[in-house]
């Protein structure tokens, strides 16, 4: 079957760093997405990696080993604004989505 | 760019209800999903159209839940008779199309209760 695992929170300093890990296991792999989702509110994409290697963005970066199944999404210069969850999904043989249960990011000053 | 729209926002019913969702997806995009996504999880794909035709609602339950999008665009989702465990917000995306790792757009979704 498809697992995709995530821890369920994490807590974080403002203007620090954190990595937020996510694994799965897929016997069809198209790629890994990073999405954003503040409370309320619907995901919105932050990511995708396809080929291993990190992909860097703005203060956002993500990683992804194929062979280990690992992906992580780096975030640096942590703002309040960035408390949220951060939802791992990974695109299947099929073209869907198979998403994982989030992670929940709590930034404190 | 308009972005992908659902309506209601909110809605409160109580079990044994019927309850109607509409969504109108990006311009030109020929794929839309209906996720469904309790508290704490993340989203469940119910059904997946590629411009009017069905590709995939193996997770939908058919015996309560139905979907159409007649003319390629806009979609419903309805639920007839509603349960207290579809309390959840109900999520529309959209795609330009399938087959491709296209990133799929949401709108702001439906918060359901049903009481």
């Known amino acids: 079957g498809q697992n995709i695992d995530q821890p369920t929170e994490m807590t974080a300093t403002e203007g620090a760093i954190v990595q937020i890990n996510c694994t799965y296991q897929t016997s069809g792999f198209n790629g890994l997405f990073w999405y954003q989702q503040h409370a309320g509110e619907a995901p919105t994409f932050l990511s995708y990696n396809v080929l291993d290697g990190l992909e860097e963005k703005g203060r956002f970066s993500s990683f992804l080993s194929r062979s280990k199944g690992y992906s992580y999404l780096l975030l640096k210069e942590l703002q309040m604004k960035d408390s949220a969850s951060y939802l791992c999904a990974e695109m299947d043989s099929n073209y869907q989505l198979i998403w994982g249960a989030g992670t929940k990011l709590i930034i404190k000053p | 760019e308009a972005g992908v729209a659902q309506s209601p926002r909110y809605k409160i019913i109580e079990k044994r209800q019927s309850v109607a969702f509409w969504c109108n997806p990006i311009?030109?995009?020929?794929?839309l999903y209906w996720y469904q996504q309790i508290l704490g999880q993340g989203p469940k794909l119910l059904i997946q159209?590629?411009?009017?035709?069905?590709?995939?609602d193996s997770q939908l339950p058919k015996d309560r839940f139905s979907a159409e999008r007649l003319k390629g665009v806009d979609s419903t989702l309805k639920i007839q008779p509603a349960k207290l465990e579809d309390s959840a917000v109900y999520l529309c995306?959209?795609?330009?199309?399938?087959?491709?790792?296209?990133?799929?757009?949401f709108g702001p979704g439906t918060r359901l209760t049903v009481t």
């Open positions: 159209f590629q411009n009017n035709g069905v590709v995939d």
């Open positions: 995306a959209s795609s330009l199309d399938q087959g491709k790792t296209y990133e799929q757009y």
């Open positions: 311009s030109g995009h020929a794929t």
